[in-house]
């Protein structure tokens, strides 16, 4: 070989040893920043961790995590008028869910959302959520059963498994009716949408430290429902991708692409994976800290 392109060769690897250096520095400083349980506020995870019973902790991080769409206050004020109206009506949001397993009772727990409206969902939207949720906890005893049904441990990432999950829930919603606004609610990556909302979810699903509760890990307080070996991996996760995440992924090189879609998603959690391929998604939430934080203390003032 010519030795001119042998020392390019070895040049340019030297480069990018020092350029992965220095961006794990960058991420890792980020992470120390902002990864610490005091910036659980400017989150939406912050009201799961107002309850204590798991059923109660998945449901509430469930609409918690698909109502992130908006700014800062007005998803903050959708939640918590959200869970005010099924715990006024039940002793607490998993009795409101089970309610719904009942016909003489459904209807009624129904009024509960009556003029509900978060930008482009309604009460009605909500109430079908939480249907659907109580006739998954039914079947399988919870929602993290019932993904587990499709996630098998080989599995790179959870893909498959939110596809099919989304798949059993628009057939169980209208039976091949259109769902309306309601299908803003089930996203699926096998349409290309970078479902930034259930990716989210599922972090906080799947992860385990001070800031995510991972109620599906294996030491999860729901990894009792789960069959043995299908809990939710870490490494399989893939990172909530939105404008803050986007934009800062793009600025540190994590991906090339332009466009926020799944495919984009994959290619950051698999960039993410150099610095740490069994917890990629670890640096979520310090990724998307400056963005929101911003946003957050400009729309509190």
């Known amino acids: 070989m010519n030795k001119k392109i042998l ?5 340019s690897s030297a480069l990018k040893f020092q ?22 506020s400017s989150d939406p995870l912050e009201f799961v961790y107002r309850f204590s019973d798991p059923w109660d902790q998945e449901a509430v991080a469930l609409v918690a995590a698909l109502l992130a769409y908006g700014n800062v206050r007005q998803i903050r ?9 099924m715990v ?19 209807q009624a727990a129904s009024r509960a959302f009556d003029g509900f409206v978060h930008r482009f969902n309604n009460g009605a939207d909500l109430f079908q959520l939480l249907q ?7 079947k399988y005893r919870s929602l993290g059963a019932h993904f587990s049904v499709h996630l098998t441990p080989q599995d790179k990432n959870i893909s498959t498994a939110l596809a099919l999950l989304i798949q059993d829930w628009r057939a169980w919603a209208k039976k091949g009716e259109s769902l309306g606004s309601f299908s803003y609610l089930l996203t699926s990556p096998a349409e290309g949408s970078c479902c930034k909302r259930w990716c989210m979810f599922l972090r906080w699903m799947g992860r385990k430290d001070d800031i995510d509760p991972g109620l599906w890990s294996e030491s999860g307080i729901l990894a009792h429902t789960i069959p043995k070996g299908r809990w939710l991996k870490t490494e399989q996760l893939i990172i909530p ?16 692409r332009k466009s926020l879609g799944w495919k984009a998603a994959v290619e950051v959690t698999e960039s993410l994976k ?12 310090s990724l998307s800290r400056p963005g929101i934080l911003d946003t957050f203390f400009r729309s509190s003032r």
């Open 7 to 11: 020392k390019h060769k070895r040049t």
């Open 19 to 40: 350029d992965s250096l220095r961006l794990k520095r960058v991420l890792d400083d980020l992470r120390g920043q902002y990864h610490r349980e005091e910036f659980l």
């Open 77 to 85: 004020k959708s939640v918590q008028d959200l869970i005010s109206r």
């Open 88 to 106: 006024k009506h039940s002793s607490s949001p998993s009795c409101y869910v089970r309610e719904l397993g009942a016909k003489n009772r459904a």
């Open 132 to 138: 659907l949720l109580e006739q998954s906890w039914s």
């Open 241 to 256: 991708l939105d404008t803050h995440t986007g934009r800062m992924s793009q600025k540190l090189g994590l991906t090339s």
């Open 274 to 285: 150099r610095f740490d391929p069994h917890d990629p998604t670890r640096y979520d939430f």
